[in-house]
């Protein structure tokens, strides 16, 4: 009772609109006057935050009237945010055949001016803070690629070895995913972000032992002292001879140059086929923040996400077309590479190069205004999703005033990038997991918000009382009265065929994972439902069960034949207090009849599997039985943490602790080469035996 | 009194990407909440929140995860509304007009003008827990306070509640 009548109470105390755009122009202008500092990596990114701070202000509050902007549609918008979830399917590609339809009015290309012209729009209208938008814009304009690329020989097979070895944990078979520690069966990598290095070490049989660096740490000022430039690594990866780093080179300007900061993302292809002389064969370079990689057998992609926000200016591409190519000489993605979302979007690309890494050739870049930046990657696709708040937006019809996802796919073919389709659906995306295909249909979690604006009575009468000025009972607030989750199936031209909503009231998603036509999620407020949802008719989504349990899983992971295994937090029963990590077998052999099979608490209180990449940190093996991952321990009385690699086998339906083995940091992470286990991070390589675990060797970095 | 160390929490630090817009989206309304229970007026609430993002942008690079970022958003509220309370303007002037203006706009089963009349540190322990649904213990790492103290505090704060609610049960 006082609880409710609290929160209800409390959920009216909101800050007006007008002072929140206030504080953001402030620190907008704060930080275009400040001096570049010390650390310039952290400093560029406080740059680009308050951008971003900036952007989605303006642009959310003043409302850029583009979805009538003609260049881009023929077709005007109905302002009802129904009608056009409805009735928008525009589909501008037709994803079988990779051509476009004629008939829907946007056969010419894309051009550079058309996109001057756009961008010249929104910086308008964010300029003159009008508020005329009322609707999301739908549909993707722009021309298909059809240029192919060759198709490269692979010449080079990787040195055959005799140990089975474990591989960074991916969502898709197939597709690999960068991490800091990658491992050819014989040689271990281990990337350090801080120095820019990545160590090589033989593994050895359980002494391992350096090799070689690679090191391209770059920490410099120009001549004339105007430039700061620091070049800092980020994800890496592992094939066929040769290593691929994805660094971050950031310039800074103190005279505002360049809009003061520059950042390119730059994968640099080293040949490692003697790994004791790796030699940098190519290097490649685009514009914007690392979003994630993939690589399919030879195929590279790395995504990034741009955004603009000065004045462009026509002569000067760089102010609104984003760059990418080959070592320094980057130039303007082409225009028949670039396309664009319509309506109500962010002025940021999403930009995917994609690289043979054997023969170290570009096969295809693209970009596209308005897309995500969480991608889903299949071996025949790729999905870029993009939140959309709504809370930002004033919206006349407050019953569809939720948050949206915007979805774009992209075909692979020979490594070469087909836009597809668009579409997009309610509510907002976890993380890459939320989203998988199979059969040919594209499915997707959403955690849903509705945001409903007080009505004008009710406000009037309030505000009779207030001052006028009085943040408390403001207009045009909205108030975020619910939320629910949502499952929805899309074909493949991503037209939503089939939906499950409202499910799970005031919870949020915690964990999903797809398995064929089975999809799993879990959601938590106080205890942690775990749901089972028959996806085998995709028009029809049923849920087969909710298994409810205290805690919640924040990674989900097949595991052999009937059973899911859960890694998250064990939390209350009654106050939903979390109390550590847990580990769940859940037996799933009935889909109808889910339930947990046996538990675990491990001695650790906190992993990371919640975080961002997390998944990274585990490493399941069912041939091994092997389910390790990094975790952390505090001793609360002298607030020092103890970071370890938990190594959990499972048998005869009870998980089996092998292993506490010494962690050197969260970024800690665990494979085996044969019959040795090593813990690696970048401060030390460990090995131990994967019998007994005793300790073999080690390696100090 | 601003110490901004309370989050010692270590948490992976390459692969949390602070994003200030987010950060400004998800936590302002939670910002000026807290700020505005502990402060009972809006133009103090107000400056509390312009104040936190200020510190939040300048701070950036500690940020390490998104608990982290909310963590560290409810201590710097804490802190900025401390140097509120502590200024001389605010020691020396008695201020109800909020209070009463709460009052005016309120019905009768409204509780938030008794949780703005409790004692300050009474309060925000309140608000986390009712509120924000924090356990006692994260109060408890979150205030630097021992958890017996977040645990008396939250009794005789019901006491308080329920003898101006006439005996309602409010545990919850």
């Keep these: ?701 | 009194m601003l110490r901004e160390s309370l989050c010692t929490v270590d948490l992976p630090k390459t692969e949390y990407l602070f994003n200030a817009a987010k950060a400004f989206e998800s936590y302002s309304d939670m910002v000026y909440r807290l700020a505005f229970v502990r402060l009972c007026n809006t133009s103090d609430a107000e400056d509390v929140l312009s104040d936190v993002f200020l510190r939040l942008i300048k701070n950036s690079k500690k940020i390490k995860s998104e608990e982290h970022l909310k963590a560290w958003l409810i201590r710097a509220t804490i802190n900025c509304s401390y140097s509120v309370l502590s200024s001389a303007y605010r020691r020396h002037r008695a201020d109800f007009e909020e209070l009463s203006k709460q009052k005016a706009a309120t019905t009768e089963e409204s509780v938030l003008p008794l949780v703005l009349e409790l004692p300050q540190r009474f309060k925000t322990v309140v608000y986390m827990y009712y509120y924000e649904g924090y356990s006692v213990e994260d109060i408890a790492k979150l205030c630097s306070l021992p958890q017996g103290t977040v645990k008396s505090r939250l009794s005789r704060a019901r006491q308080q509640l329920k003898l101006q609610l006439k005996g309602e049960d409010i545990n919850v």
């Design chain 1, 1 to 701: 009772m006082f609880k409710e009548q609290l929160k209800k109470e409390i959920d009216n105390i909101k800050p007006s609109k007008q002072l929140k755009e206030k504080i953001l122009a402030d620190i907008n202008k704060r930080q275009v006057t400040e001096k570049p500092q010390k650390r310039p990596v952290n400093k560029v990114r406080w740059v680009y935050s308050a951008v971003c701070v900036a952007l989605a202000l303006f642009v959310g509050l003043s409302g850029m009237a583009i979805n009538r902007f003609g260049l881009f549609s023929k077709d005007g918008f109905s302002n009802n945010f129904d009608a056009v979830l409805e009735d928008s399917k525009e589909m501008v590609f037709d994803c079988d055949e990779s051509t476009h339809d004629d008939g829907l009015g946007v056969s010419q290309s894309t051009t550079y001016k058309e996109i001057y012209t756009r961008f010249n729009e929104i910086y308008k209208s964010i300029n003159r803070g009008n508020s005329t938008y009322k609707t999301y814009g739908d549909g993707l304009k722009g021309t298909a690629s059809a240029t192919m690329g060759t198709v490269e020989d692979s010449g080079s097979d990787m040195a055959t070895q005799n140990d089975s070895f474990s591989q960074t944990n991916t969502q898709v078979s197939g597709v690999d995913e960068a991490d800091i520690v990658k491992t050819d069966g014989k040689y271990i990598y281990v990337l350090n972000p801080y120095d820019g290095t990545v160590e090589i070490a033989l593994a050895n049989k359980g002494q391992p032992k350096k090799v070689s660096k690679v090191s391209w740490r770059r920490e410099e000022w120009s001549s004339d002292g105007d430039t700061y430039s620091f070049k800092t690594a980020r994800d890496m990866f592992v094939k066929n001879n040769r290593l691929v780093v994805i660094s971050i080179d950031d310039v800074k300007t103190k005279s505002g140059k360049n809009n003061g900061s520059s950042r390119k993302i730059v994968t640099d292809i080293y040949n490692i086929e003697s790994p004791e002389n790796p030699t940098l064969i190519k290097s490649f370079s685009q514009t914007g923040q690392y979003i994630s990689s993939r690589l399919i057998e030879n195929n590279l992609f790395v995504f990034t996400t741009q955004s603009f926000y000065n004045k462009p200016s026509e002569e000067e591409k760089q102010t609104y077309l984003p760059y990418a190519g080959e070592g320094e000489d980057l130039t303007p993605i082409p225009e028949k590479d670039i396309c664009a979302f319509n309506g109500d979007v962010d002025p940021s690309y999403f930009i995917a190069l994609s690289v043979d890494i054997n023969s170290a050739v570009i096969k295809d870049k693209k970009a596209v205004l308005g897309a995500g930046d969480t991608v889903y990657v299949n071996n025949n696709s790729i999905y870029a999703a993009a939140n959309c708040y709504s809370a930002w937006y004033k919206n006349d019809n407050p019953s569809e005033n939720t948050d949206i996802t915007r979805l774009l796919k992209l075909k692979i073919e020979n490594g070469v990038l087909l836009f597809a389709a668009d579409g997009k659906v309610k509510g907002t995306i976890l993380n890459q997991f939320s989203m998988d295909e199979y059969n040919g249909y594209f499915r997707i979690v959403t955690t849903v918000r509705e945001y409903v604006p007080v009505s004008s009575e009710t406000s009037k009468e309030k505000s009779a009382v207030s001052s006028s000025n009085s943040a408390v009972f403001s207009d045009d607030r909205v108030v975020a009265n619910k939320q629910t989750n949502s499952l929805y199936v899309l074909n493949s031209r991503l037209e939503t065929v089939g939906k499950l909503e409202d499910i799970a009231p005031d919870e949020r998603v915690y964990s999903v994972r797809f398995n064929g036509d089975i999809g799993y999620f879990v959601t938590f407020r106080q205890v942690d439902p775990l749901f089972s949802v028959d996806l085998s008719n995709p028009a029809n989504p049923k849920i087969l069960s909710a298994l409810k349990i205290p805690g919640f899983s924040e990674y989900l992971h097949p595991f052999g034949e009937g059973l899911l295994l859960g890694i998250g937090m064990e939390a209350d029963f009654e106050t939903g207090r979390t109390l550590g990590a847990k580990l769940s077998m859940f037996d799933v052999s009935d889909p109808k009849a889910v339930y947990e099979k046996t538990k675990h608490l491990a001695p650790c209180e906190q992993t990371y599997i919640g975080a961002e990449n997390g998944h990274k940190t585990v490493m399941v093996d069912e041939a091994k039985n092997i389910i390790a991952f990094s975790g952390v321990d505090y001793d609360t009385v002298s607030t020092k943490s103890y970071y370890s690699y938990y190594v959990y086998g499972y048998s005869s339906g009870e998980f089996v602790q092998k292993a506490v083995l010494e962690g050197t940091g969260p970024d800690t992470r665990g494979l085996y080469i044969g019959d040795v286990f090593y813990v690696c991070s970048n401060e030390k390589i460990t090995a131990y035996n994967i019998n007994n675990y005793s300790k073999l060797g080690s390696v100090n970095f």
